[in-house]
């Protein structure tokens, strides 16, 4: 006999929001079932740093007693671990000094609050590495996240957390953050869908700026959880200075929609025409064969804009002022000075190197960033539609590559650059971009690839999303757990 847990385990939230309206299951009982996945399967994994179980069971009777009257109303949720203010709730920026302090805001951030108006089960906290730095998440304040396809493999960064939930079950959705890949690059190593929405598309509000690199949704097992998610909880919130035009339909109407002829440049080296993993062109090239039998125009081509040999210093430019900025922000929040033990040796290192530049040199960065965004955009201007690449240049690395060394603190950067050359430049030019789970290695580990769109074009993403979906469906791909 099989319980709950075991009968719901695969199933994206959509169905299980389903079950809950229909009355074939309450959700209390689909919280259960979630908190016994946990209990279970998150050991050997370490997704779940902070686990609300009594609370989550209280939301989901309070579901029961309202009624499912949202479209995610009684689905088991994790909340990422980095910058997701709950009010009375811990966080700890994957920090530390955050964790040992038991930081509990007294708000909530206005992408959480539309989380819990959807009446999503909040059950816990997903890892994420310290504020979000890297692709990997090993902070040394909760210990290695691993990929439950292999867990001698990470399960990306900096949404790992969340990404290894999902893809063990625990949870059919998640919320994850992409500052440089963050979304992306989880659910490339873990086998889901993950969506990095236009700059200005979600708010980030009401503590930091959409004019930044950082955008926030989920990682999901399936298209279609993505653009209800995203129909949920797109739109600008108060103050906002960058807000995407809004779309001219639901997003769940672009699933199954006729995409058209399309044309789609796609990419088999890095940008710089360096080689990649075999597996990830592997990957690339049986996808781009895929879409010219649905009958899109595939060739290879990418804007010539990103060949910027400029491109990696600038972007660390502003990603180091973003440690920068973190690590003063931590301060305010301990009230006290901060050192050098607070700060995990990267970061710190960072912080450092961007405490050395003036601020004409962050508004040269700024302005460049401006001319790169532009000249890249330029080539969807021109007739192309989307872009298609890796998600990253390797499979999924083994844990412990990308680790903090006294010797040289730029190492955990140049590993990680190296490995994850594809992401980041949309987040420069404020582009959505998805992975989807195309391929699998022969070792079994996944192998994402990335789409990338026009700004503003989430609808052609997930119309050509559904597309491959349905063409080469992977929902009865999952880890033994």
């Not at 601020?359 to 192309?384: C, I, M, P, S």
């Amino acid at each position: 006999m099989t319980s709950i847990a075991d009968d719901t385990r695969w199933l994206d939230a959509t169905d299980q929001a389903r079950l809950v309206r229909d009355n074939k299951v309450s959700a209390r009982e689909l919280a259960e079932a979630a908190i016994d996945r946990i209990t279970s399967s998150n050991p050997p994994l370490n997704a779940v740093n902070y686990q609300w179980f009594d609370h989550g069971r209280k939301l989901a009777d309070a579901v029961d007693r309202a009624g499912a009257t949202t479209a995610f109303a009684g689905v088991p949720f994790l909340l990422k671990d980095l910058h997701t203010f709950y009010a009375g709730f811990p966080i700890s920026n994957g920090n530390k000094a955050m964790k040992a302090a038991n930081y509990t805001p007294n708000f909530s951030t206005t992408l959480v609050e539309r989380f819990a108006e959807q009446n999503l089960v909040f059950l816990g906290r997903a890892t994420s590495p310290e504020w979000g730095s890297v692709p990997v998440t090993e902070a040394e304040a909760w210990g290695i996240s691993r990929n439950p396809w292999n867990t001698d493999h990470t399960c990306g960064g900096s949404s790992g957390g969340s990404a290894a939930a999902v893809a063990a079950g625990m949870v059919p959705i998640a919320h994850a953050s992409d500052g440089g890949g963050s979304i992306r690059i989880p659910a490339s190593c873990c086998g889901l869908v993950g969506l990095k929405v236009s700059q200005g598309r979600i708010t980030v509000g009401p503590t930091r700026l959409e004019t930044n690199l950082g955008v926030e949704l989920c990682v999901s097992r399936s298209v279609r959880d993505t653009a209800a998610m995203l129909d949920a909880v797109h739109g600008p919130g108060v103050g906002d200075l960058v807000i995407a035009p809004p779309p001219a339909r639901p997003y769940v109407q672009e699933l199954g929609a006729p995409t058209g002829r399309l044309r789609i440049g796609f990419a088999t080296t890095k940008f710089t025409g360096e080689p990649i993993h075999p597996d990830c062109v592997e990957a690339v090239t049986r996808t781009a064969a895929l879409l010219e039998s649905l009958g899109h125009h595939v060739e290879p081509a990418f804007p010539a804009a990103l060949n910027d040999p400029r491109a990696a210093a600038r972007f660390s430019a502003l990603w180091a002022t973003n440690m920068a900025a973190n690590r003063d922000g931590l301060a305010v929040l301990l009230g006290r000075p901060v050192t050098v033990d607070d700060v995990e040796l990267m970061n710190w290192s960072m912080a450092e190197y961007a405490s050395k530049l003036s601020a004409l040199d962050y508004a040269l960065a700024t302005n460049a960033a401006g001319t790169f965004r532009r000249k890249v955009a330029q080539w969807w201007e021109d007739g192309w539609d989307l872009l298609l690449t890796p998600t990253t240049s390797a499979p999924p690395l083994p844990v412990g590559t990308s680790r903090n060394d006294p010797a040289d603190p730029g190492a955990t950067g140049r590993i990680s650059a190296d490995w994850v050359s594809f992401t980041s430049q949309f987040n420069t030019t404020g582009q959505p971009a998805i992975s989807l789970p195309m391929h699998w290695s022969a070792a079994g580990l996944p192998i994402g690839v990335q789409l990338v769109a026009a700004y503003a074009r989430e609808d052609v993403l997930i119309r050509v999303s559904s597309q491959l979906e349905q063409a080469a469906p992977w929902a009865q791909r999952h880890p033994d757990v």
